[in-house]
C-alpha cells in the first residue's frame, strides 16, 4: 500500500467517524449517502476549500 491510499484510507475513517451535529454542521434531515461528515463539510469546519 503506497503512502497516499495509506492517508486517504486514513482520513476517510476519521471523517465517517464525525456526526454533523457533532461539529456544528446543520442536519436538513436528508438521507445521507455517506457516513459521517462529507468532504466538502470537513473542509467548512477546517477552514479550507475543498479540493476537486
Known sequence: MDDRTELSGFLKSRRARLRPEDVGVVDYGGV???AGLRREELA???GVRPRR
Do not use: F, G, Y
Request: net charge positive; charged share 50%.
Open 32 to 34: 445521507r449517502r455517506v
Open 44 to 46: 467548512r469546519v477546517a
